[in-house]
């Protein structure tokens, strides 16, 4: 992860965002499923990211960051009225964001913005697609992908970015796609044909050992537009 990645600034950032776009939810929003965490409501994405600090800072660390531990947040919170668990999130937000920052943890701010940008692909309420943290993010989730060739990623704003053994010439490059896409694809928010569909250089084999370990989570089942 770039050094020049301010966790604790961006942390701030996406939760405000997130309870900016969260205070303004009605009852119906709060209860709409989310295709890109299909077995999640809104709700529970809420419970989800609001319970990661409460967690955090009361040491019910067992099992972090696995499936276990994000389903007893979410049952944990589910009673707890949104207006409530929203103030308790505030509240706590300034020294959890000292902690990650001390310990150098970069997730809680991908995950943070990665599930506001969910909560409205379901509602149809489109954000910044050109946020800080999106803008920090994007090379180096792509630097983080677990390559079997050598890659090279050229953003269509320009930058570019290698993955994968470096020793050897590219053997498989992607073109044109927006920061944007790169970091919402990488943790699962599109399928594999949509990925597939990109604008790949190499050969099919190469390209397509690249598509299948692309997703930190696995590849959404459905096409996810936003």
């Known amino acids: 992860m770039s050094e020049t990645f301010d966790i604790e600034a961006r942390y701030l950032f996406a939760q405000r965002s997130y309870v900016e776009l969260a205070r303004t939810l009605s009852t119906d929003d709060w209860s709409t499923s989310m295709p890109c965490t ?3 409501t809104v709700r529970d994405a809420l419970s989800h990211v609001a319970g990661i600090p409460d967690d955090a800072l009361a ?4 099992g972090a960051p696995g499936e276990a531990w994000t389903a007893a947040q979410i049952e944990r919170n589910r009673s707890l009225p949104a207006d409530e668990l929203l103030d308790r999130w505030d509240a706590q937000t300034p020294e959890f964001a000292r902690v990650i920052q001390q ?10 913005h990665t599930h ?3 909560i409205r692909q379901a509602l149809g309420r489109p954000g910044d697609q050109r946020s800080p943290i999106i803008e920090a993010l ?14 090279t990623v050229e953003l269509s704003d320009g930058r570019t970015v290698r993955s994968g053994p470096t020793e050897s010439a590219p053997v ?10 790169a970091f919402r694809s990488r943790p699962g928010r599109r399928s594999r ?9 190499g050969n099919d ?14 590849p959404a089942t459905t096409s996810i537009i936003e």
């Open 138 to 151: 994007a090379l180096d989730l792509v630097e983080l992908a677990d390559c079997p060739v050598s890659l």
């Open 59 to 62: 040491g019910r660390m067992d």
């Open 38 to 40: 299909p077995e999640w």
């Open 172 to 181: 498989v490059t992607l073109s044109g796609i927006s920061a944007f896409d």
């Open 116 to 118: 506001e940008h969910d």
């Open 193 to 201: 044909d949509q990925v597939r569909g990109w604008d790949w250089t």
């Open 103 to 112: 310990m150098g943890q970069w997730r809680p701010p991908f995950d943070c």
């Open 205 to 218: 084999e190469d390209i397509d050992a690249v598509v299948d370990r692309w997703f930190i989570f696995g």
